[in-house]
């Protein structure tokens, strides 16, 4: 009976968040373009919904809600779905999507597509040799080895995405970093552009009318025929053609300018945006929470440096540390065990919402700037992939992450609370995630340093060129 | 150049519609081998010989400015989108026959567009809904163009063409529904089935479009 009122709980709310990530796609994503085939629509929110359910199944986990044999069904029943959309259907779509954009294939594009996902599978198992994964005990086409591989993918994306965030986040929020734009930069910088295009206008002018000339003397259609007809394109067209490709080359050159010179101005306005911005309630706010973040991130970056320089795999979260310390140290009577757990659930909790909400506006971002109707089948299927692989793996992680620090804590929780995940995950090797995920991050970090850095001294300069 | 002789005409339309390649047919006489993503403006020259054959011809160059970007770009895109709207002798829109938003979003371009050029006479803008009335007095020729009339199947050609007739009566253009031949069907030019002649006595600048 009590299983039944689970599983329509956990239909329920699969129903609304797929209802939700619909909604999402609409409204935000697709906002300006037409979706052609509503399969890519169905896909995104099958795996959203899905993915949600399965962080909702760690809260349910972690509260004591929902009895546990029920809740053991449908981790199964999640991790099964979720597994075959992604390692199946998703490469199987995009490749037939990717398939279809090229005309050439068009007549024979399934049979091609599915070349692609075979492919696309061959690498997949390919990608688990390397890594410590394998154990004899599962056979072949088990959970585990699906799971693992996924798991290696998801890890390195989301560390990837870590890192740069990690940097990212204090370089947008921080006012420190923004540069002083005036009216008189950003007017000196459009009247650049219009003069490009002018001359861009000009040599054009000069262009058409060079053609025109020679298309009414017959010279253009007059291909060099034979012996005697070469001996002649020596000597008369020589001035014709050659004065166009010079001028051909010049424009090129000024194009090229003029693209630069949009951009930059157009990075301008943006800073001069954000530089009012920063001037409002809002905007000092969020400097403030620059500030937080970026020494959060700092200290993250250190801790990844000091568990692989020192080869260890961390135990302890932040907060339970500083609150141990804290209360240590003022020598007040504090139910440390109590608190912390609760104070490192929503710490830990607003770190993945925030991190999903920069990861979507990133991504919803980098959509706008490389959209066009023809690709954006494809973008879709990848965003899909991308986030089930965010999910799955921020599940993987955060159950490490508070197993790990509820062993420490509290005697009573750990044991159910780990037999549950190991029963469901099998045996994995959890410290080797952990330290993927480390270097990764460190990696990421260390380059999107280096990326930002490079671009911040590059900008001024480029102002102060005449 | 004398500024007599200058006829500037944007192209505007969302990303991937059609109008670099629109632009290149229309200047060089040839389609587009290889379009790519046009950033920030591309622009190229027609020679044109207004009226033709009677004693008062006049050569003209055609400027057709191609903006790129969508109407959904940040606002700092779209600020620096707005240095190419000024003095404008016409506009060219151009949409997508198979794709529906495209000629929704025509609206918003229109907006982006001419907001530039009315002059100050208290015309109130409310957040990008549309009103006729705002363009009753607009002395800006206007052009709709749909493209990629050969992607869509026989049978819904006329569906499609009736949901553009109505589109085009809000703005009171001319229009076109132009075929853009992509290199692997044909490679012979277009076929337009019509073809409008405009004057505006305006500024004194006297211009129309006119295809061999």
Redesign the interface.
């Known amino acids: 009976m009590s299983f039944l009122i689970d599983s329509s709980i956990m239909i329920t709310s699969q129903i609304l968040f797929f209802g939700f990530g619909w909604l999402f796609f609409m409204r935000q994503l697709f ?4 979706i052609r085939q509503y399969v890519v629509q169905v896909i995104f929110s099958v795996t959203f919904a899905f993915s949600c359910t399965m962080f909702e199944l760690i809260i349910f986990e972690i509260l004591g809600v929902l009895n546990s044999s029920s809740r053991y069904f449908h981790w199964k029943m999640n991790l099964c779905v979720i597994l075959l959309i992604l390692v199946f259907m998703v490469p199987f779509y995009i490749g037939y999507f990717i398939v279809s954009n090229i ?1 050439l294939l068009h007549k024979q594009r399934l049979l091609f597509s599915c070349l692609l996902w075979l492919t696309f599978m061959y690498f997949f198992w390919k990608l688990g040799d390397p890594f410590p994964i394998l154990s004899p005990k599962h056979g072949i086409l088990s959970i585990e080895q699906l799971i693992s591989r996924v798991g290696v993918i998801g890890v390195t994306l989301m560390a990837l995405l870590s890192g740069f965030g990690a940097v990212n986040c204090p370089y947008t929020y921080m006012s420190y970093f923004l540069r002083n734009v005036t009216d008189t930069d950003i007017l000196a910088l ?1 009247r650049r ?2 003069q490009t ?1 002018d001359m ?3 040599k ?2 000069r ?3 060079a053609r ?1 000339t020679m298309f009414q003397k017959g010279e253009v259609h007059n291909k060099p025929s034979g012996f005697w007809g070469m001996i002649k394109s020596v000597t008369t067209s020589a001035s014709g053609s050659e004065n166009l490709t010079l001028i051909q080359q010049e424009v090129d050159a000024l ?1 090229e300018l ?2 630069q ?3 930059e ?3 301008l ?2 800073t ?2 954000r530089i009012e911005y920063s001037k409002t309630f809002k905007g000092k706010y969020f400097n403030f929470l620059g500030y937080f973040f970026s020494i959060y991130c700092v200290w993250k970056i250190f801790m990844a440096t000091i568990n692989i320089v020192f080869d260890r795999v961390g135990k302890t979260d932040p907060v339970t540390r500083g609150i141990e310390i804290t209360v240590n140290y003022l020598g007040i009577q504090f139910d440390v065990k109590f608190w912390s757990q609760h104070i490192s659930f929503i710490l830990v909790g607003i770190i993945i919402v925030t991190s999903i909400r920069g990861l979507l506006i990133t991504l919803t971002k980098f959509f ?1 700037a490389i ?4 690709s954006s089948n494809v973008i879709v299927l990848l965003l899909a992939q991308i986030m089930s692989h965010f999910w799955i793996n921020s599940f993987d992680l955060q159950g490490m992450y508070f197993v790990s620090s509820v062993l420490l804590i509290r005697m009573s929780m750990p044991l159910e609370y780990r037999t549950i995940i190991t029963e469901v995950l099998g045996e994995l090797q959890f410290n080797f995630y952990h330290r993927w995920f480390d270097v990764i991050f460190l990696v990421s970090a260390l380059s999107s340093i280096l990326f930002l850095y490079l671009a911040h001294k590059q900008a001024p300069e480029k102002q102060m060129a005449p | ?1 004398a500024s007599l002789d200058r006829v500037k005409v944007l192209v505007l339309g ?3 519609v059609g109008k670099s390649s629109l632009v290149h047919l229309l ?1 060089q006489n040839q389609v587009l081998g290889n379009p790519s ?1 046009t ?9 044109h010989d207004y009226k033709e054959g009677t004693p008062e011809e006049k050569t003209y ?1 055609i ?1 057709l ?1 191609d903006v790129g970007g ?8 779209k ?2 989108r707005a ?2 709207y000024n003095s404008v002798n016409g506009i060219i829109f151009v949409h ?1 026959l198979t ?4 000629s929704q ?1 025509l609206r918003r371009w229109s907006l982006e567009a001419l907001n530039r050029d009315l002059v100050p006479t208290g015309v109130l803008v409310t957040n990008g809904d549309y009103d006729q009335e705002q363009f009753a007095d607009n002395q800006i020729p206007l052009l709709v163009i749909g493209t990629k009339l050969d992607q869509i199947h026989e049978t819904k050609r006329h569906e499609v063409l009736t949901r553009t007739a109505f589109l085009a009566e809000d703005f009171n253009p001319e229009e076109i529904n132009l075929v853009i031949e992509k290199r ?1 069907f044909l490679r012979e030019g277009n076929q337009i089935p019509g073809f409008p002649d405009r004057k505006r006595f305006g500024a004194g600048t006297l211009k129309s479009l006119h295809y061999d």
């Open positions: 906002k300006d373009y037409e005309r459009e552009l219009l295009m861009i206008i000009s054009k002018k262009m058409a009318m025109r194009e003029s693209r010179l949009f951009l101005t157009a990075d306005y943006a001069k945006e706008y959209s066009s109707s023809k | 150049m969302d990303s991937g200047c993503w950033v920030g403006c591309s622009v190229d020259v027609r020679v160059y400027e400015w969508s109407v959904g770009s940040a606002s700092s895109v600020s620096t240095v190419f997508d794709n529906k938003k495209s979003n692997y």
